[in-house]
């Protein structure tokens, strides 16, 4: 298993940047797949991005293309996702999600990823 913990989020007027962190615990965590996603107030949770285990592969939503940039550093256990650009419509909870994998895959699907964190809040003010 892995624990998971985000952390990062916070309010910023649009136009701004915020960098998101999430710190994995347990298993090694290079086993990993990682994914982020959010969740606005009413709304399904959403594929923002994800990379893969050694991070040569990254994948984006294509309403953050060119403005998220999603990274890993094995060394510290830790996934980051820097939000440039942002809009209004960026507000939202932010998860992280951990799948083990062996092969390199784009997992994009809610129901691809087998653990998650606790969220943290972007609020993105106009």
């Known amino acids: 298993q892995v624990q998971l913990v985000e952390s990062g989020g916070g309010l910023v007027q649009a136009g701004g940047s915020l960098r998101l962190s999430c710190a994995a615990s347990?298993?090694?965590?290079?086993?990993?797949?990682m994914g982020w996603f959010r969740q606005a107030p009413g709304r399904e949770r959403v594929f923002v991005a994800m990379i893969s285990r050694t991070g040569g592969t990254t994948y984006y939503a294509d309403s953050v293309k060119g403005r998220f940039t999603i990274s890993r550093d094995n060394a510290k256990n830790t996934v980051y996702l820097q939000m440039n650009t942002l809009n209004v419509e960026d507000t939202a909870a932010y998860y992280c999600?951990?799948?083990?994998?062996?092969?390199?895959?784009?997992?994009?699907?809610?129901?691809?990823?087998?653990?998650w964190g606790q969220g943290t809040q972007v609020t993105v003010s106009s």
């Open positions: 999600a951990a799948k083990a994998t062996v092969r390199v895959a784009t997992l994009s699907r809610s129901s691809d990823y087998d653990y």
């Open positions: 347990g298993r090694p965590f290079s086993s990993y797949t």
